[in-house]
T-cell receptor, first 113, second 109 residues
Framework: GAGVSQTPSNKVTEKGKYVELRCDPI?????LYWYRQSLGQGPEFLIY????????DSGLPNDRFFAVRPEGSVSTLKIQRTERGDSAVYLC???????????FGPGTRLLVL | GENVEQHPSTLSVQEGDSAVIKCTYS??????FPWYKQELGKGPQLIID?????GEKKDQRIAVTLNKTAKHFSLHITETQPEDSAVYFC????????FGTGTRLTIIP
């Protein structure tokens, strides 16, 4: 079956703009995770969904970041008033359950000019 | 929260030799320790994982060991091949994973 997919693969935006990043998890996976990876670093946890609800959003850096998963499948990460420091690769992962093996997508490379 | 440290940051190994990467973690509540391989421009790919009720796991040329008392775990790759060259990340946690800073492994033909 298909793996985790993310769109767009690349996004260039200007400081102050709003962006949306989309994640399609593996079919049947109830848990979905967002991570952010800066150059030369390991992924950093942002938020974790179990079904439609955010079970843990402790990694969101500030209130400019928000994520939704309204039907328990596709998720959208939303970033308002983007800053240059938001430039990174945003990774999505999914698993069968909350403590299942996490499979990652290819990521969205966000560049804020 | 959890803190995961990974060593070494770079590792060069002759083809056919073994490579070992080590990680330590801080939170005794962590029960899940996956290892990911990441190639340039791609997302992390799971290569092996271990849960806290197991001390060792092996899958062909790859093995992982876990010492819960000492809070450390290691990745062992035997008979290394050029295609093993990549960045490897360890991670620890439960639902939320904390990643190490990565090891750039280079296999010298």
């Amino acid at each position: 079956g298909a793996g985790v997919s993310q769109t767009p693969s690349n996004k260039v935006t200007e400081k102050g703009k709003y962006v949306e990043l989309r994640c399609d998890p593996i079919s049947g996976h109830t848990a979905l995770y967002w991570y952010r990876q800066s150059l030369g670093q390991g992924p950093e946890f942002l938020i974790y969904f179990q079904g439609t609800g955010a079970a843990d959003d402790s990694g969101l850096p500030n209130d400019r970041f928000f994520a939704v998963r309204p039907e328990g499948s596709v998720s959208t990460l939303k970033i308002q008033r983007t800053e240059r420091g938001d430039s990174a690769v945003y990774l999505c992962a999914s698993s069968r359950g909350g403590r299942g093996t996490q499979y990652f997508g290819p990521g969205t490379r966000l560049l804020v000019l | 929260g959890e803190n995961v440290e990974q060593h070494p940051s770079t590792l060069s190994v002759q083809e056919g030799d073994s490579a070992v990467i080590k990680c330590t973690y801080s939170d005794s509540a962590s029960n899940y320790f996956p290892w990911y391989k990441q190639e340039l421009g791609k997302g992390p790919q799971l290569i092996i994982d271990i849960r806290s009720n197991v001390g060792e796991k092996k899958d062909q040329r790859i093995a992982v060991t876990l010492n819960k008392t000492a809070k450390h775990f290691s990745l062992h790759i035997t008979e290394t091949q050029p295609e093993d060259s990549a960045v490897y990340f360890c991670a620890g946690g439960n639902e939320k994973l904390t990643f190490g800073t990565g090891t750039r492994l280079t296999i010298i033909p």
